[in-house]
Structures are given as C-alpha cells and as structure tokens.
C-alpha cells in the first residue's frame, strides 16, 4: 500500500443522516455526523425532510469535518461520495456538492456504493480491531438491506443471499412500533431484550431456501400475537415489554445465524465480517463472538462509529479506488438502486 500521504474527503448522505470524514490514507483524522432528529415525530423517515435537511447540514459538516482534521481543502487529494444505494433527493444533495467541490478544486472524484462501503470499513486503520483476510464472508444488516456476500478482493465481490422483502433494519424498527415504542425502535429492542427471557414467546422462522431471507411473515405474526394478547389484557405490551422484546431479538438473530451458518458450510469460509446499523445490536455482536469459540470463526466486528451510516467508511473505500485510479467524471448521477459490484 502506498506511504504517500493522501487526504480523501468523503461525503455520505444516502438516507438521514449527514456525514462528512477526511482520511489519512487508512486513517481516519475526523469522522461528523449530522442526525436528523425531524424523522421521530412521524415515525419514520420522511424523504422530502430528508434531502431539505442534508441540504443545511452539507456545508457545516463538511467545514467541521476539514476543521477537525487540521487540513485546507487545498490540501486533499480527492473527493469521495455515495452514488448509491439510498433515497434519491438525499444523494442528489451529496453527489451535487461533491461533483461541485471536486471541480472547483479540480481533484478527482470517486463514487462509492453504501453497501459495500460498510463491507470495507473493517480496513479503516485502528488498534482495537483487526482486518479480514481475503476471502471472507460479510453480513450487512441495516434499515434498508439484508445481505450475504462472498469478498474476494477489495472490489471483487459476490452476493450469496439477500432478503426478498423486508430487511433486517426494518423488521426491529417495525416490530417496535407494534410494540407502541418510538421510532427508531430497533435500538429500544435491544436494549430491553437485555432484561427480558428470549423464550418468552416462541415466533414462527421463516422458511426460506438457500442464504435469502425473509422477515415480513415474521412481523405479522408478531402483529397478530400481539393483537391476540391486547384482547385478553390491553396492558399485555406494557407489562411483558422485555420479554417481548427479548423474544421477538431472539428470533431474529436465529435467522440471520442460521443463515450465516449455512455460508459458512456451503463456503468453507470462516472468517465472517458484519455491517450495517444492526451490526451495532448488541445480541448480533455476543453471538458473533460466541461463534469464535463455539464454531471455531474469526470474526470481525466494526466499531459502533462505523455500524450507522458515516463518511469514514466512504473515505476508505475512496482512498482504496484511487490507489487504483478507479475516478468517476462530471457525468455520473445519483442511483437509488445501486447493487454490489455493478
């Protein structure tokens, strides 16, 4: 890899939040994140609020986030942007004001996709966690998207199974709402799960050849059974809240294991990597590293940072494409539906 010294502007605005990171080759000098906190009052996020506020946020982020690192925009050697996948209005924000700043300072610009952006932030330089080696498998689990993909080299990479319908993300955030919690719920879930019996409440397994998954089944019956118990007793909910809560995590995570089980079996790969908001919930994590010890897997887990949509693992991919020169020109748009490897 090369000494040189490249700084990396990155740019992440796929869905609500605003982030903007400047690298150091590998190393991350400084990482922002602007949430949009408009989205709780309607339960979910709101595309229109969304691009309206990545548009205010964009120009302060991306100052703090030079200011951070100690560097002039003079300075950086490239600019990296999510083309995709994502809400259309947010990576129009993005991808205008990337394309506008790189020609204004006449550097090159490098698209990055979101998802396999969360695939390579395992490769940001850091002390408290290790790299994978080439192959592994990597599990990206997030709002939008449930996927397990082989990872033959950094831009060489195959997606095994998906979801063919709800993601992951989605399922936590929906069952809670359901639940009556607030939006985002998954967090809450996790959070009581800890204090609940996973055997509570047996969820029926979707039963879904292969490595695709499938969770909409899944939330249904959490709906009806919940339906049912709120006739019996309309204080059911708030009274078994960790149970429940514990239950319906439970059964999620005996999904996404089992599949990843059936990866590994299938590969003969047992280096295993996550992504994706979900890969911040902390039932996920203790069972990946029980599987260190059960399976006999090297796993490899990111840091809450870089779990939830950020900038810094735009950058990473960015500093890895223009070692390659792997550059984009003025004519590239936005892509709402952007698959791995396309």
Not at 294 to 309: L, M, R, S, V
Request: net charge neutral; charged share 20%.
């Amino acid at each position: 890899m090369a000494t040189e010294k490249k700084y990396i502007l990155a740019i992440e605005s796929s869905c609500d939040d605003t982030s903007a990171a400047v690298l150091c080759n590998t190393k991350v000098l400084s990482n922002v994140v602007a949430t949009q906190e408009i989205h709780r009052q309607y339960g979910g996020v709101v595309p229109e609020l969304a691009s309206r506020a990545h548009q205010q946020n964009i120009v302060p982020v991306v100052h703090q986030a030079l200011a951070k690192a100690n560097i002039d925009k003079k300075q950086l050697s490239a600019i990296a942007f999510t083309r995709g996948p994502g809400l259309m209005g947010s990576l129009l924000v993005g991808t205008s004001f990337a394309k506008s700043l790189a020609l204004g300072l006449d550097i090159p610009l490098i698209e990055v996709n979101h998802m396999e952006a969360h695939i390579l932030a395992h490769f940001i330089e850091d002390e408290d966690t290790g790299q994978p080696e080439f192959p592994f498998l990597a599990m990206t689990i997030s709002g939008g998207h449930t996927q397990i993909v082989k990872v033959n080299s950094y831009f060489d990479m195959e997606v095994l199974g998906e979801t063919l319908d709800d993601a992951v993300g989605e399922a936590f955030d929906k069952s809670a709402k359901i639940m009556g919690l607030p939006y985002p719920g998954g967090p809450l879930v996790d959070k009581y799960a800890r204090e609940g019996n996973p055997a509570a409440y047996p969820f029926p397994k979707p039963k879904v050849e292969g490595l695709n998954f499938s969770f909409s089944g899944l939330k249904t019956s959490i709906l009806y059974f919940l339906q049912r118990e709120a006739r019996k007793n309309p204080d059911f909910v708030e009274e078994n809240i960790r149970d429940i809560c514990a239950s319906v995590q439970h059964t999620i995570l005996e999904i996404l294991m089992g599949k990843l089980e059936l990866a590994v079996r299938q590969t003969g790969i047992q280096q295993v990597a996550i992504g994706g908001g979900v890969a911040a919930n902390s039932g996920i994590r203790a069972r990946l590293k029980d599987a260190e010890h059960t399976k006999g897997w090297k796993t490899y887990i990111p840091k809450f940072a870089y779990c939830t949509d950020n900038a810094a693992m735009i950058g990473i991919v960015g500093y890895l494409k223009f070692l390659e020169g792997k550059f984009t020109d003025q004519s590239v748009a936005a892509k709402a539906r952007y698959a791995i490897g396309s």
